[in-house]
DNA sequence: CCTCATTTAGTAGTTGGTACTAAAATCAGT
DNA sequence: ACTGATTTTAGTACCAACTACTAAATGAGG
């Protein structure tokens, strides 16, 4: 249990605040069993902010994220629109995305893009997906660039059949036929 | 521009602060042209945190909310498993599932639930999802528990199909028939 | 005009700091 | 063991944004 050196106790204090903002210079020092004086120093020095700014920066972060995710309602970004015949859409591939392990993209998130993408393409109040067979050929990865392509093939009064493909690069990486059920008003299903 | 009443003051106050919890008591004050102390004394009356309660508050939310979403990588719960065998997960449909206009969860979300449940029962460093036939049989709504099911058919060396139920009150609302390919290393596909 | 509600003023004390000065302790090298 | 630099403490004054309290001023209505 002997003290750290000035440095290495400094890249714990890092790693220590970046997990838990809510720190106080009191509750460092003690866990340090160093002074809060040089606790304020060793802020000073990394340029750390003090405890209330940092709160106020998680608070503020956070308000963008929950944003940009309820973005993510329609997964991946709309680039072109017929509408009741095609479109296209782009998804990039982020940590969230991925399985840990190995960053390849999990299965269901290449499944929602061309799913929401089919949403897009019947644009009612009410659209569902009926059934769907999909074949997942190739892996995405990590930052990898998803263009989603929907094609509506039939359609009658409360129907449609689509095909989508998603491409990596311009190689096939998910194929997709999908039925959805639509209506114009709030009808039920089932 | 006559100034508000008590009551009429209070009511625009409470708005005011839940749409920007970020106003410090002098900017309120400036706002509504009376003292800091009467916003105080309002807040008082009406239980109003401080602004720097306030702002902590947004800040653990928010955070709250990012863990329960990373845990979303495994959409659903996974509440039973016998690995190689079968598995059942719970996973409780809430706003960010669901189209905004009905309140119907999005099918991908159940699709995700099922897939992930795959990924779960063939316990394996690598394990993906190769093809599926899936069917939507009924809308699950918000906050509706999804029951699924996974029970794997067959298993070869490299492949393992399984079927896929999903219920709510026991009434079945997806089905679903996955091909899984997996490996024992960090082996590629395709 | 009197009275009760409302508003404002002012003081002391709190938390979690900044910014600064200065002393004490520790360490490194000779 | 001594010196000089580095590091750590200690201590003071000050800040924002409050709470908690007392007390005075200002309304508004009967």
Request: with cysteine; glycine share 4%.
């Amino acid at each position: 249990m002997t003290k750290y050196k000035k440095h290495e106790r400094q890249e714990i204090l890092l790693t220590r605040i970046n997990e838990d903002p809510f720190l106080t210079d009191e509750k460092l020092a003690d866990i340090f069993k160093v002074s809060i004086q040089t606790i304020r120093l060793d802020r000073l020095e990394l340029s750390i902010p003090e405890l209330r700014e940092r709160i106020k920066n998680v608070a503020t972060e956070e308000v963008d994220k929950i944003k940009s995710l309820s973005l993510q309602e329609v997964i991946g970004e709309i680039i072109d629109i017929d509408l009741n015949a095609q479109a296209l859409s782009l998804f990039i591939i982020e940590e969230g995305h991925v399985f840990e392990r190995n960053e390849i993209a999990r299965g269901h998130f290449l499944f929602a893009q061309a799913n929401s993408l089919c949403v897009a393409v019947i644009n009612r109040p009410l659209a569902l997906t009926k059934s769907a067979e999909i074949e997942f050929i190739r892996q995405a990865k990590l930052h990898d660039k998803v263009i989603s392509k929907a094609v509506v093939n039939e359609m009658d009064n409360n129907k449609a059949a689509i095909t989508v493909e998603s491409k990596v690069d311009g190689r096939l990486i998910f194929k997709g036929r999908f039925v959805m059920y639509y209506s114009n008003e709030g009808d039920e299903i089932g």
